[in-house]
């Protein structure tokens, strides 16, 4: 099974609607991501947590919130979806020891209409 | 702000040695990344170098660092279909994760 799980792996939605991206891992680690990509761009950094009672904003945060419900679990959401914010969407988790070393989801691809 | 630069696309026919450029901006980048996505998967950390390093070895891969020229290479020996993907060149001024800056990342074909 993979380590890092992304729900749902494909979404199209429309403007203004409510979504939210889920990421689950099994690999016990403290520190969790969400990244976006878009083409021809390398991958920003939209929000991260520590651990979970830590939440702190990346690049890109605007348009977007975060909840760590539990150690293994971190969702962004898109509170109002707008067609700019369709893109490829990871997460990724690191451990204490080795923070550089990121383990990345499979990815979520979202489509605004 | 910073940038990371890369060549969007490479081709090679297979057994010949690739090599994938990339340029940073940041003076202060301390860590030095390349990282391979292969097609529906998310990205996999394959080396990194440390500043303080020219050259970092591992098997086929070969990883040269120009800090004048704030220049970073990625070398693939004896390339392989296998290797086709999307390579991400990123750096950090710090090891603590959250300050990547990547590149855009360049799809590398194996020919056959």
């Known amino acids: 099974d993979a380590d890092v799980t992304q729900t749902p792996r494909n979404r199209i939605t429309k403007t203004g609607k409510r979504i939210m991206l889920e990421c689950s891992q099994t690999?016990?680690?403290?520190?969790m991501y969400w990244y976006r990509q878009d083409p021809g761009l390398g991958l920003r950094l939209i929000y991260y947590?520590?651990?979970?009672?830590?939440?702190n904003k990346g690049e890109i945060s605007d348009g977007y919130s975060v909840s760590r419900q539990a150690q293994a679990k971190f969702s962004l959401s898109l509170e109002s979806a707008i067609p700019n914010q369709t893109a490829l969407y990871f997460c990724?988790?690191?451990?204490?020891?080795?923070?550089?070393?990121?383990?990345f989801g499979p990815g979520t691809r979202l489509t605004v209409t | 702000g910073e940038d990371v630069e890369q060549s969007l696309f490479l081709s090679v026919r297979e057994g010949d040695s690739s090599v994938i450029n990339c340029t940073y901006t940041?003076?202060?980048?301390?860590?030095l990344y390349w990282y391979k996505q292969e097609p529906g998967a998310g990205l996999q950390l394959l080396t990194y170098?440390?500043?303080?390093?020219d050259m970092k070895q591992d098997q086929r891969l070969t990883v040269l660092l120009n800090k004048k020229d704030k220049h970073l290479s990625l070398r693939i020996a004896d390339t392989q279909t296998g290797d086709s993907a999307i390579y991400f060149c990123?750096?950090?001024?710090?090891?603590?994760?959250?300050?990547?800056?990547f590149g855009p990342g360049t799809r590398l074909s194996v020919l056959p």
């Open positions: 990724a988790t690191s451990d204490l020891q080795s923070p550089w070393e990121q383990y």
């Open positions: 690999k016990g680690h403290d520190r």
């Open positions: 947590s520590f651990d979970v009672k830590d939440i």
């Open positions: 940041d003076s202060s980048s301390t860590y």
């Open positions: 170098i440390f500043s303080n390093m």
């Open positions: 990123a750096e950090s001024p710090d090891n603590y994760g959250q300050n990547f800056v």
